[in-house]
T-cell receptor
Framework: DAGVIQSPRHEVTEMGQEVTLRCKPI?????LFWYRQTMMRGLELLIY????????DSGMPEDRFSAKMPNASFSTLKIQPSEPRDSAVYFC?????????????FGPGTRLLVL | SQQGEEDPQALSIQEGENATMNCSYK?????LQWYRQNSGRGLVHLIL?????REKHSGRLRVTLDTSKKSSSLLITASRAADTASYFC???????????FGTGTRLQVFP
């Protein structure tokens, strides 16, 4: 079975541009998570969905960030406008059931560089 | 904010040796998990230990939990070069429904 799929794997863009990251969770999984990883701040939870509904977006850094999950098999994380400090690796993860005790399956990540 | 802090930050050992990593956390927890991250890859779940458990094994992994000291340790026995990765602890608590990851330990196993 395919794991969590993320695209693109690498993105280089200029400050001010819109960036859209995409994620396809494991089929049948009901929870989806977006994380950001940097050397300075480690792994941070940005937002998570249960059954396509956003549950907690308190980790979204500011209004420039938005996330959607239009159906059970697709989610996007958008940054508009992007800034150099957004440079990081963004991970999508999914779990079969809701709840922090559930095993999360991570995608390979999108490495974003904003110049 | 980070709940867990791993110690040491980095560890280098020879193949065949045991590797021990520690995780300390701040608030009472429900469960503690360990994840591995190979360079340039996503995290992979290794093991979960519940707050009422003291020790758990999975293959060459041994995890202990001391809730009185708010700490956990991950022992990898007979390490292999393929164990080279970063290891993260992650906790969930009674007052949150999120998993909070620690700072990670970078393990290097030399062949």
């Amino acid at each position: 079975d395919a794991g969590v799929i993320q695209s693109p794997r690498h993105e280089v863009t200029e400050m001010g541009q819109e960036v859209t990251l995409r994620c396809k969770p494991i089929s049948g999984h009901n929870s989806l998570f977006w994380y950001r990883q940097t050397m300075m701040r480690g792994l941070e939870l940005l937002i998570y969905f249960n059954n396509n509904v956003p549950i907690d977006d308190s980790g979204m850094p500011e209004d420039r960030f938005s996330a959607k999950m239009p159906n059970a098999s697709f989610s996007t994380l958008k940054i508009q406008p992007s800034e150099p400090r957004d440079s990081a690796v963004y991970f999508c993860a999914s779990s079969f059931l809701a709840g922090p005790q559930e095993t999360q399956y991570f995608g390979p990540g999108t490495r974003l560089l904003v110049l | 904010s980070q709940q867990g802090e791993e110690d040491p930050q980095a560890l280098s050992i020879q193949e065949g040796e045991n590797a021990t990593m520690n995780c300390s956390y701040k608030t009472s927890i429900n469960n503690l998990q360990w994840y591995r991250q190979n360079s340039g890859r996503g995290l992979v779940h290794l093991i979960l230990i519940r707050s009422n458990e003291r020790e758990k094994h999975s293959g060459r992994l041994r995890v202990t939990l001391d809730t009185s000291k708010k700490s956990s340790s991950l022992l990898i026995t007979a390490s292999r070069a393929a164990d080279t990765a970063s290891y993260f602890c992650a906790t969930d608590s009674y007052n949150t429904d999120k998993l909070i990851f620690g700072t990670g330990t970078r393990l290097q196993v030399f062949p």
